[in-house]
T-cell receptor
């Protein structure tokens, strides 16, 4: 198993550009989520999904869209990048409520918006 | 709204010392509490998960406790080593476990 795979690892965008951060897991996990990590602020939840076709907002959803068309994939879209979105983005997954298992994290995408 | 606080923000100790990291949360209706380790520039590694019905979990030199009624958890590290130097994050899962909220972390430095 590859676990949780995030691409790309690094990305530089200009203000106003759009892009999609990819996240895929091969563990058949029901729950997936996106976090951003900024210095001194820990991880903040952007969006999460409890299954294919179901998504909801987390703590800091503005400026981001998500979709979950398959169990495996949970892409994060930046609609119009802003310097405030410069951050490290982490995708995570977990099996679901019946299992009470740890979150599995990808290695992150470091995004810089100039 | 669940809020998670970790104290201290940073800690420097000599090798061999036993130490305690603290985590507090505002809503006691939790599903689980997790402790993670993060090395600089890396992702997060799960250390321990305590289910809401449990009081503690142990793994090697690590012991985590949970007191839901007071909204507190502690991570105890015995006989610290330089390799333990990292940031330790506490995270609380909501009922159902589909939303997990993180604290800002404690940055630990163990001096040889």
């Amino acid at each position: 198993n590859a676990g949780v795979t995030q691409t790309p690892k690094f990305q530089v965008l200009k203000t106003g550009q759009s892009m999609t951060l990819q996240c895929a897991q091969d563990m058949n996990h029901e729950y997936m989520s996106w976090y951003r990590q900024d210095p001194g602020m820990g991880l903040r939840l952007i969006h999460y999904s409890v299954g294919a076709g179901i998504t909801d907002q987390g703590e800091v959803p503005n400026g981001y869209n998500v979709s979950r068309s398959t169990t495996e994939d949970f892409p994060l879209r930046l609609l119009s990048a802003a310097p405030s979105q410069t951050s490290v983005y982490f995708c995570a997954s977990t099996p679901g409520a019946a299992y009470n298992s740890p979150l599995h994290f990808g290695n992150g995408t470091r995004l810089t918006v100039t | 709204k669940q809020e998670v606080t970790q104290i201290p923000a940073a800690l420097s100790v000599p090798e061999g010392e036993n130490l305690v990291l603290n985590c507090s949360f505002t809503d006691s209706a939790i599903y689980n509490l997790q402790w993670f380790r993060q090395d600089p520039g890396k992702g997060l590694t799960s250390l321990l998960l305590i289910q809401s019905s449990q009081r503690e979990q142990t793994s090697g030199r690590l012991n985590a406790s949970l007191d839901k009624s007071s909204g507190r958890s502690t991570l105890y590290i015995a006989a610290s080593q330089p390799g333990d130097s990292a940031t330790y994050l506490c995270a609380v899962g909501n009922t159902g476990g589909f939303k997990t909220i993180f604290g800002a972390g404690t940055r630990l430095f163990v001096k040889a």
